[in-house]
């Protein structure tokens, strides 16, 4: 497992999840964690770190800088604010006219503004899943349960989730009897699957009987070293009470919270995890 290439701390930009946290425990304690205020998680603040509002990117950058840090981390799940009643610093007030000024508001193009904004102040941002190992998944079928009876599904599921991440949509979708169920929008997938539960049951499988597939991809023109797809236990819960059959992602471009955890639950579960080569 990787860490930072040189003898100076790690920076990491912590959003929650057990990601950020995990990628702090490899570090050995050479880390410094610029926590997201109302979004990190309390066990990073076991490390140095300081608590910052979401608009202050100048600060950030100031303090990571300040602790001797020359590569960073950006990791985490962050809840979308409303842009125009957040509190900007400089760096901040940067980040907003580079975006106001761009054709939209997606979020690939949000997070290559953040990545250019710290490559400006000299920090290198490298991608969480080089110090995450197996974390990021395996090729192949991962659990006992089959997944050929629901191929349609699955190439139909794919093709879309595709064509939304091309559009800078979202990175999910679910798919049953190969009709579009739902769609990530900026709730993420887990709300996505939370809304599924309200379909009528003509479109859903039971207990018995589970149908649908849930694919979660990258986006083709994303840089990944920032928001790659991320599946937890939590994700494997909400497609099992939805009754799908399984879950579909790309191997090496995912990441886990626990690789081991997921499989044994998703198996437990009775669904089928399906990780697909990565695309060249």
């Known amino acids: 497992m990787a860490t930072a290439q040189s003898d100076n701390p ?12 995990r990628i702090a425990a490899t570090q050995a304690d050479n880390i410094f ?14 490390y ?10 100048k600060a950030a950058a100031d303090t990571l800088l300040a602790a001797g840090c020359t590569e960073m981390v950006i990791i985490g799940g962050i809840q979308r604010p409303n842009i125009e009643k ?19 508001e997606g979020d690939d193009r949000l997070l290559k503004v953040i990545i250019s904004y710290f490559e400006m102040r000299g920090l290198i941002v490298r991608a969480a899943q080089d110090f995450l190992g197996d974390d990021t998944g395996k090729a192949g079928a991962l659990t006992s349960h089959d997944d050929t ?20 949509v979202g ?5 049953g009897r190969r009709l579009v169920l739902a769609v990530e929008g900026p709730e993420g997938t887990d709300a996505m699957l939370t809304r599924l539960r309200d379909l009528s049951p003509e479109f859903l499988g039971t207990g018995q009987n589970k ?25 494997v819960e909400l497609a099992a009470s939805a009754h799908l059959a399984g879950i579909v992602f790309e191997a090496g471009g995912t990441l886990f919270d626990d690789f081991n955890a997921v499989i044994a ?14 695309q060249s």
């Not at 140095?48 to 990117?57: A, C, E, K, T």
């Not at 957040?86 to 939209?104: I, R, Y």
């Open 33 to 46: 964690i610029i926590a997201l205020e109302d979004q990190a998680e309390k066990a990073l603040e076991s």
């Open 265 to 278: 639950l998703a198996e437990e579960e009775g669904l089928f995890l399906l990780g697909l080569e990565g």
């Open 149 to 168: 009876a629901h191929q349609a599904d699955i190439d139909r599921a794919i093709d879309v989730a595709r064509i939304m991440g091309a559009q800078d």
């Open 211 to 235: 149908s649908g597939v849930l694919a979660k991809l990258p986006k083709p023109q994303q840089d990944r070293r920032v928001d790659i797809p991320a599946i937890g236990c939590r994700t």
């Open 86 to 104: 957040l509190d900007f610093d400089e760096g901040g007030q940067w980040f907003l006219e580079q975006v106001l000024a761009g054709a939209h």
């Open 10 to 21: 790690l920076g990491l930009v912590a959003g929650s999840g057990a990601l950020p946290v």
């Open 171 to 175: 990175q999910s979708v679910a798919v």
């Open 48 to 57: 140095p770190h300081i608590i910052s509002p979401l608009g202050h990117m």
